[in-house]
């Protein structure tokens, strides 16, 4: 009886071990798919912005010089815009980095005192104890 009760205990431990990896490949399997999935729309994106973009400068209803004109205008509004947004982002980070520097300084400084006090103490208790 009991090596029947083992066998089938040794069965059951092979079933969920399969089943675990069937689990595993099914897992990847989906992983796969949806990262291919991702990749398609990514590439797609790309080629339906770049043919959108050459056709809105083949028919736009402005002269070329004209275009190339508002294009460099909006690049250098752009670029400017990044250059701010990049020094108000410098900036933020300088203070959120002192400010954290400051409460880690003051926390060292605390965990300093608490152990020279507790050592002073430590120290005056075994003075004590030799007297």
Known sequence: MWMNLVKTGGYIMVLNELANQANQIRHARARAVRRNKVRSMVIGAGIGTTIGIAVGILFAPRAGKETRRIIAERAGET???????????????????T???SRLREAGQKVIRTAKERLEKANDEDKESQE
């Open 79 to 97: 670029v400017k815009e990044l250059e701010e947004n990049a020094a108000a982002a410098k900036a933020h980070v300088s203070a959120v980095v």
């Open 99 to 101: 400010e954290k520097s």
